[in-house]
């Protein structure tokens, strides 16, 4: 156990949130947390016959379009529920009527509180994309033994996509 | 694609560093990307017969404890191999004499340039744990029937263990 003993906001931005508080840790030591608070995310793992939806996008922190699963960040408020739904049609232009849910986890523990929510569309229709302005994605169904090999080679990179995909092809939900 | 037009350095601290940049984007719009440096991660699934070794530690983003396998950051120069090699002994106590690539894998791609690097370990020796003076672990063997599912209903929620898991019981390295 580790107790907060003082919150020390260091930067409020539009999507992270960076702490660097005090803590008093079981051993009677002070020390200090770094992490990023995030509201959390929620992906949309989306199934037609033997294939699955895969976006690719440009990654700033990483400086390439890396292999995902459409998602967003969960508004303040918002159900992650409600959040997948909307990605999957803003992204991809996909209406899904219902989602089934593929649990959450949690991506970089040491550093963020970020809780990622994962979901499968199994049915779903086409509407239209609304992207961001600054976004550019590129989406393409790509067959789920195709997606594992890209898994084992290094392709797919990206852990809610790995995560999701792993899940369901072991039916872990 | 997106250019770095400034960079905008906010903090830099112990673990992490948070920067604010400015990019072209190829509207040719300017627009502004908060992200996290990170000097990556190393992490071990370290196997014995039907068994894995799983480690509880308190994560102070989330305020639990949480069931993760052992792992650490990179040090700046340092190989992840080594790096894994290094944390399994620091944490858990065991002398690996090899490890195998298990791939690597980006935890959260939208703000963090982290990625982290995963090995198995199938021969390997008990030596002597060396904490860091505030961590406290602890691990213990689990049937991977078990850890598979811990998956499934949410006992394990970290990125890195359900990847290496996952990874391992798919043969995808």
């Given amino acids: 156990m580790e107790k907060q003993t003082k919150e020390n906001l260091i930067y ?3 999507i992270i949130t ?3 508080d005090e803590v008093l840790c079981s051993n009677g030591r002070l020390a200090k947390r770094e992490y990023v608070h995030h ?3 929620a992906a949309i793992l989306a199934v037609k016959d033997d294939e699955i939806l895969l976006i690719k996008q440009f990654r700033y922190p990483y400086r390439k379009e890396i ?3 459409p ?3 969960i508004e303040i408020g918002e159900d992650p529920y409600e959040t997948a739904l909307r990605e999957l049609e803003e992204e ?7 989602l089934v849910n593929l649990g959450s ?3 970089t523990c040491g550093y963020s509180d970020e809780v990622i929510y994962l979901y499968l569309a199994k049915e779903y229709e086409k509407t239209s994309t609304h992207f961001d302005e600054d976004e550019e994605i590129e989406a393409e169904f790509v067959k789920i ?3 594992l090999k890209m898994i084992k080679d290094g392709t797919i990179k990206d852990s809610k996509t790995i995560i999701a995909i792993l899940k369901y092809v072991n039916s872990l939900y």
Avoid at 92 to 98: I, L, M, R, W
């Fill in 12 to 14: 409020k931005g539009r």
């Fill in 18 to 20: 960076l702490y660097n």
């Fill in 39 to 41: 509201n959390g995310g």
């Fill in 67 to 69: 292999y995902e699963i």
């Fill in 71 to 73: 998602a967003g960040k």
């Fill in 92 to 98: 991809c232009g996909y209406k899904a009527s219902t």
């Fill in 105 to 107: 986890f949690y991506p």
């Fill in 145 to 147: 033994d195709d997606a």
